[in-house]
């Protein structure tokens, strides 16, 4: 396995923790792996999120209003890592949610920005955005992408 195949691997594994331990409600597990410097661009106010610990208490009010069991599936995942930096970019949506529950109606696209840090990736930049029909300005709620 060649080095970039290794952090790729590395960076897979992070997302996949990051992941269960979202579906898991466990925030520490969530937060162990940002950058204390993390920006965050969010699909919901607060827009721009700075700092770790900003970031927990962002998800420390957002987590009670998901629902005790769910999934995310995520498809189109590209992970490119150059040196001590990765940008990895997915589509996702919320699974196994009640079907009128707001967090699992549509599709939301991320970019993740991942710097190394003494041998090990930390995420230091965030980007999460929902589609929109600029004609009306409303979010596409659908499932089909």
Same mark, same amino acid.
């Not at 290794?6 to 979202?22: G, K, R, V």
């Given at each position: 396995?060649?080095?970039? &195949?290794?952090?790729?691997?590395?960076?897979?594994?992070?997302?996949?923790?990051?992941?269960?331990?979202?579906?898991?409600?466990?925030?520490?597990?969530?937060?162990? &792996?940002?950058?204390?410097?993390?920006?965050? /661009?969010?699909?919901?106010?607060?827009?721009?999120?700075?700092?770790? +610990?900003?970031?927990?208490? +962002?998800?420390?009010?957002?987590? !009670?209003?998901?629902?005790?069991? /769910?999934?995310?599936?995520?498809?189109?995942?590209?992970?490119?890592?150059?040196?001590?930096?990765? /940008?990895?970019?997915?589509?996702?949506? /919320?699974?196994?949610?009640?079907?009128?529950? !707001?967090?699992?109606?549509?599709?939301?696209?991320? +970019?993740?920005?991942?710097?190394?840090?003494?041998?090990?990736?930390?995420?230091?930049?965030?980007?999460?955005?929902?589609?929109?029909?600029?004609?009306?300005?409303?979010?596409?709620? +659908?499932?089909?992408?």
């Amino acid at each position: 396995m060649t080095l970039e &195949n290794n952090d790729e691997t590395q960076i897979q594994q992070l997302i996949n923790d990051w992941t269960s331990a979202l579906c898991a409600k466990d925030i520490d597990r969530m937060m162990v &792996n940002y950058a204390d410097d993390v920006i965050v /661009f969010d699909v919901k106010p607060p827009f721009q999120i700075k700092g770790v +610990t900003e970031w927990r208490r +962002t998800w420390e009010q957002r987590l !009670p209003y998901f629902p005790e069991s /769910f999934q995310v599936e995520t498809r189109d995942m590209n992970i490119n890592v150059s040196g001590d930096t990765a /940008f990895v970019h997915w589509v996702s949506w /919320f699974t196994g949610m009640p079907k009128d529950h !707001p967090a699992g109606q549509t599709w939301m696209r991320a +970019t993740v920005g991942y710097k190394r840090q003494n041998g090990r990736w930390f995420i230091a930049h965030e980007h999460v955005s929902l589609p929109f029909n600029p004609e009306t300005s409303q979010v596409v709620l +659908t499932p089909d992408i």
